[in-house]
C-alpha cells in the first residue's frame, strides 16, 4: 500500500484526509503520530509539526487541504469529490476553509481540547472557553451553514463533496467533547451531521475513534 497518512485519529483534519482517501476509494495506512509529542524525524515531513502528512511512494505533502486536493487531482477517473465547475469547486473550498478557520479554532480547539485533551494532560478544563464558544460563538456560524444548506442533504450542488467531510470532522470533536448541535434550532445542519456521520466510511474511522475516547475516559 503506497499511500500513508501520518498524525492522530482524533485530529479533525486527520480525520479530513482520512474520511477523503475512503470516500475515493483508496486504501491507506494510518501511521500514528501524536501532534503534541513528535519524533524528530516528522519535521521533514512538515516542517510546521502539524498533523497530517502523507508519504506516497516517494512523494510527501503535509496540511490536510492540499493532501486531499492532491489526491483528487491525483485520480482524476476517480468519483469527484471537490466539485465539477469552476463555482462549485470555488464553494466547496470557501466552506471547507470556513470549517477549517471559523469552526475549528471553537469546535476542536476550545470544546473538543478544553474537555476531553487538557484533562488528559493534567490541566484544567475551562468550562467558560466552552461555554462561550458554545453558546455565544459558534451560534452564529450554525445560523450561517443552516442557511447555506437550505433544504439539500448536501452543501454544494446537492451532492457529497469535501464541503460535507470538512465540516462534519469538526463537529465530531465537538461530539467527543461533550457537546451536540442542537437539532430544533439548526435542524438541516443537525440532519446533515447525521448523514454524513452514518456514512459507512465515517462510521467506520468513528467505531476506532469511539475505542480511543473510552480509554481515554477510563482513565479519569
Ligand atoms: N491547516 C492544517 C491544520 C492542522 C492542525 O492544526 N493540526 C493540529 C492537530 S488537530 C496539530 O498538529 N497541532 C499541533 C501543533 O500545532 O503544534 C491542516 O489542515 O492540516
Redesign the pocket.
Known sequence: MSLVVF??P?????R??RLFSAEKGLEYQLENVN??N?PDWYREL?P??????IRDGDFTL??????CQYLEERDPQRPSLCGDNAQSRARIRWLEKYA??EV?PLA??TVFRNRLLKPLMGKVCDEAAVKGAMQEKLPEHFDYLEKCLGGSDYFVDNRFSLADIALTCQLV?MRHGGEELDAQRWPALAAHFQRIATRPALAEILQGEQQIISKILAKR
Open positions: 498524525g492522530a482524533l485530529s479533525p483534519f486527520v479530513k484526509v501532534p503534541f513528535q512538515n510546521l509539526r502539524r498533523v497530517p502528512a503535509a496540511d490536510s487541504s492540499v493532501i477549517d478557520y475549528a476542536t480547539f470533536n
